[in-house]
């Protein structure tokens, strides 16, 4: 049975085939786009599903949407209601969204595939993430929780996987979410809602959580793991444009100007920004009040995540714990569940947030509906596009640059070793891109870990982005627990999909300065032979080469942009950035002659 | 083509602002009185900080169908 999961319409839509129970094909649409967490329609992200299935429209047998539209439109004409006569603006935006498009979106599916009404399916979104946890794992027998912003009504819900059947027992509903009082700090802090979240957690280990007992004055909790937010320091609810209001800033003081440059004591000031400011103490004072307020929310996240994690174990009875939904990419708070609750076994799917639900709506039809087998189980990222030799023979030649021909893979890897040795930076695309934000060795940019100065030279010559944002370290499983502390790694699913954040050993941070966090942690992926033998071979190169089977691994884009997807893509950015060789499958191309 | 750009633009913007006065006297003249008088009536839905129970209907393809 051919099964089409679509998400879209409000951030990262993306699209998935499954195919007798088996995910065959998923992306995110922005990867087709160009346009970073793309939320139209995903029609180039289902044109290449059809194509890596062999499939066409009419070849479906069901399409699977991730949530139930008219719930969700009754949830926001409720909150317009309750909120009169403030909710003006929100009104006439939502409005305008679901009139035009959203409440369509049977239609809009039925012109784009050309098939029938009742093959069209709707699954709600914490089911939708939920299946895309639990169908996706190794599990048998799991307890779930799911924690985003918000879905239709629901913003976090328990549930229990057994077998192929999973279900949702609880939710705890509109406004009171962990998701949106994130996004509220993290527009707080200058970031853009829904995209910035992940650097108020990089920006949270250079601050003290000092302002810890004014969060909690944000939201209370119940010793069965729900909680509820003080609504009167709130905005998200009424307004279109602001998600806290004055009363928040009467509290926190006034928001951070975005795009601000950001530096503390601790992270001194960079070369780059310039010269020295003659008020730099003033400045440094300033971001570190901010950096305070970001590992203050981020501590009491951890504590509302590892609360609603033991509530799931204990009404579950189980060790095992799924989680999805945009709160799982909380790397910090999914090390905590393992180390501080009864959780022995964690798995979050590598596209945790909407785009991954896409996934789980068809899992959850193929399994739970139509009684395919279970067979989802996702144990690599690795299920986008994948371009061959004449793509990449074009790339090279339009590019104009050095090249090698095409390496044979001995060579390709020795001559790769010696250049991330040496210090270059590499771009590295081979095989088909990774689903979810995580770039995991098949569309990166490496670099030698071993070296302090890489961390600042892949931050402002290559990326572009903001100097305290960390690096994240790839390790072939097997050697992960000799830089790690982390126990019986190959267990720990979600360090495959670098959705951990572990301390690196006392003993390692002076050998991996590039990727240890300011706090001594890292967030680590685990490679596997089985999964990526190509790169699971260069970094045991490496390790031959240098002693040190580790690279710094980050997602291959430049700052604002997704990460590529085509070699046409790769060579683009590679381009316009300042790295020193780039790997296209078997070819190396480099920047200067020089470098050849 | 240039004209028609031209009325393409135009149209747009005239648009745009139709929607948001026929937008705002729907809120106003609908919404708010609507909203007012339920509040009057019944407690705003604010949903309390508890585990709500969910259906535990077993799943079907009939409920799938439907957006609600």
């Known amino acids: 049975m051919n099964i089409l999961g679509l998400s879209c319409f409000f951030h990262d839509a993306a699209a998935s085939l499954v195919v007798d129970g088996a995910v065959v094909a998923a992306a995110e649409e922005e990867r087709f786009s160009r346009i970073k967490h793309d939320f139209a329609f995903p029609e180039r992200a ?123 027992t609880d939710d705890i509903r509109f406004p009171h979410s962990i998701g949106l009082l994130y996004s509220a700090f993290t527009a707080f802090l200058g970031f853009q809602v829904n995209e910035g979240e992940y650097k108020v957690m990089g920006m949270a280990p250079y601050g003290t959580p000092r302002y810890v007992d004014k969060v909690w004055r944000l939201v209370r909790t119940s010793p069965d793991g729900s909680f509820e937010l003080d609504l009167d320091y709130f905005s998200f609810h009424y307004s279109a444009t602001r998600t806290f209001n004055d009363r928040f800033v009467a509290l926190f003081g006034p928001p951070r100007e975005p795009e601000k440059p950001f530096f503390t004591a601790v992270s001194g000031y960079p070369s780059y920004f310039g010269a020295v400011p003659g008020n730099l103490g003033e400045l440094e004072a300033e971001n570190q009040h901010y950096a305070d307020i970001a590992a203050s929310i981020q501590v009491v996240t951890e504590e509302l995540v590892l609360g609603l994690a033991r509530a799931a174990q204990r009404r579950t009875g189980a060790t095992a714990l799924c989680m999805a939904g945009g709160v799982a990419l909380n790397s910090v708070a999914n090390g905590r569940i393992l180390r501080e609750t009864p959780i022995t076994d964690l798995y979050v799917q590598p596209a945790a947030g909407d ?113 305290y944002r960390p690096f994240a370290p790839s390790v072939p499983v097997e050697h992960a627990a000799r830089y790690f502390a982390l126990d019986d790694p190959a267990r720990q699913m979600p360090a495959r999909f670098m959705l951990l954040v572990t301390p690196v050993r006392p003993e390692a941070r002076e050998t991996l300065p590039a990727v240890t966090h300011v706090d001594g942690s890292a967030r680590l992926q685990t490679v596997f032979e089985h999964t ?19 690279l710094l691994n980050t997602s291959f884009n430049l700052r604002g942009e997704p990460v590529v997807n085509t070699p046409a893509e790769a060579m683009s950015t590679f381009r316009r950035s300042g790295m020193d060789a780039l790997v296209l499958d078997r070819t190396i191309v480099f920047a200067t002659k020089e470098g050849r | 083509m240039k004209i028609w750009n031209q009325w393409r633009r135009l149209s747009h913007r005239a648009a745009a602002v139709q929607s948001h006065v026929v937008l705002f006297t729907l809120y106003t003249v609908v919404v708010i009185p609507v909203a007012t008088v339920t509040r009057i009536n019944r407690k705003a839905r604010v949903e309390a900080p508890v585990w709500h129970p969910l259906p535990q209907d077993a799943p079907s393809l009939e409920s799938a169908r439907s957006q609600s």
């Open chain 1, 355 to 467: 785009g991954g639900a896409a996934v789980g709506a068809a899992l959850y039809a193929a399994t739970s509906l139509l009684g395919e087998p279970r067979r989802g189980l996702m144990e690599h990222a690795y299920w986008g596009e994948a371009h061959g030799g004449a793509a990449v023979a074009d790339a090279v030649r339009d590019a104009g640059l050095p090249a090698t021909g095409e390496l044979d893979e001995d060579a390709l890897i020795a001559r790769v070793v010696e250049l991330l040795a040496g210090g270059s930076v590499v771009g590295w695309a081979q095989g088909r891109f990774e689903f979810g934000p995580r770039a995991l060795g098949n569309r990166s940019i490496l670099a030698d870990p071993r070296r302090a100065e890489m961390k600042d030279i892949v931050n402002t010559k290559i990326k572009f982005r903001e100097p």
């Open chain 1, 46 to 168: 289902i044109a290449f599903c059809l194509r890596q299935g062999g499939l066409t429209g009419a070849d479906l047998d069901y399409v699977v949407f991730f949530e139930k539209p008219f719930l969700k439109f009754e949830r926001i004409l409720a909150s317009v209601m309750t909120t009169v006569p403030r909710s003006g603006g929100v009104f006439r935006q939502a409005m305008t969204a679901w009139l035009l498009d959203k409440l369509w979106v049977k239609n809009r599916i039925r012109e784009s595939l050309r098939i029938a009404a009742d093959r069209i399916l709707f699954v709600p979104h914490h089911l939708s993430h939920a299946a895309s946890a639990y169908l996706c794992s190794p599990f048998d027998r799991a307890a779930i929780l799911t924690v985003d912003g918000v879905g239709e009504w629901s913003t976090t819900a328990i549930g229990r996987g057994e077998g192929s059947a999973c279900a949702l």
């Open chain 1, 532 to 550: 990526n033998p190509r790169y699971h071979r260069l970094l045991s190169a490496f390790g031959d080469a240098t002693g040190v089977p580790v």
